[in-house]
Antibody
């Protein structure tokens, strides 16, 4: 059974940093791309970032480019999102999602989400 | 620019069928999409991948009541024999070489 478990969310001040983690199980982690998708309160889903199975190719939405860094440790079956220079508009539930292929395509499994609140 | 357009809301009665639409932006009519369901206060759930020829592959445990079809730049999700638990937000998603995109979502109300 595929499981994705996010952690690391919380309250952070504007300009601060936070690192999210996503522990994966139930599939061969290194064979699949992974991504982060967020949902601001009362809003729709917004793609944030994606990473190929090997970790060699990373992709970002314009809204987070230069501030967020996606990475993975295939030996630990874990995906990360380092978030720097956080802004109020980054407040959202952040979901980890497995991609159906080695590079960005459809997200076929989702985590339960972790809430990030950026506020002073 | 790769954009997906969805109607904000839809409604249908219990036991009937509903067809939700997702429209790809100009020049992207050959793209495949995915449909995701998000029930209230829950995380998203993958329903299916839908190609431009209408062929689709569903996620684990998705009932036969959910089906997909395509016509030109439009991608459809049909839910038959509507049940109360189908009341949810439905999002389409597509992807390019270095980007993923979501539609704005359709809130489905089951009457």
């Amino acid at each position: 059974e595929v499981q994705l478990l996010e952690s690391g969310g919380g309250l952070v001040q504007p300009g601060g940093s936070l690192r999210l983690s996503c522990a994966a199980s139930g599939f061969t982690f290194s064979s699949y791309a992974m991504g982060w998708v967020r949902q601001a309160p009362g809003k729709g889903l917004e793609w944030v970032s994606g990473l190929s199975g090997s970790g060699s190719s990373a992709y970002y939405a314009d809204s987070v480019k230069g501030r967020f860094t996606i990475s993975r440790d295939n030996s630990k079956n874990t995906l990360y999102l380092q978030m720097n220079s956080l802004r109020a508009e980054d407040t959202a539930v952040y979901y980890c999602a497995k991609v159906n292929r080695y590079t960005i395509e459809d997200f076929d499994y989702w985590g339960q989400g972790t809430l990030v609140t950026v506020s002073s | 620019q790769l954009v997906l357009t969805q109607s904000p809301s839809a409604s249908a009665s219990l036991g009937t069928s509903v067809k939700l639409t997702c429209t790809l932006s100009s020049g992207h009519s050959s793209y495949a999409i995915a449909w995701h369901q998000q029930q209230p206060e829950k995380g998203p759930r993958y329903l299916m991948k839908l190609k431009s020829d209408g062929s689709h592959s569903k996620g684990d445990g998705i009932p036969d009541r959910f089906s997909g079809s395509s016509s030109g730049a439009e991608r459809y999700l049909t839910i038959s024999s509507l049940q109360s638990e189908d009341e949810a937000d439905y999002y389409c998603q597509t992807w390019g070489t270095d980007i993923a995109v979501f539609g704005g979502g359709t809130q489905l109300t089951v009457l």
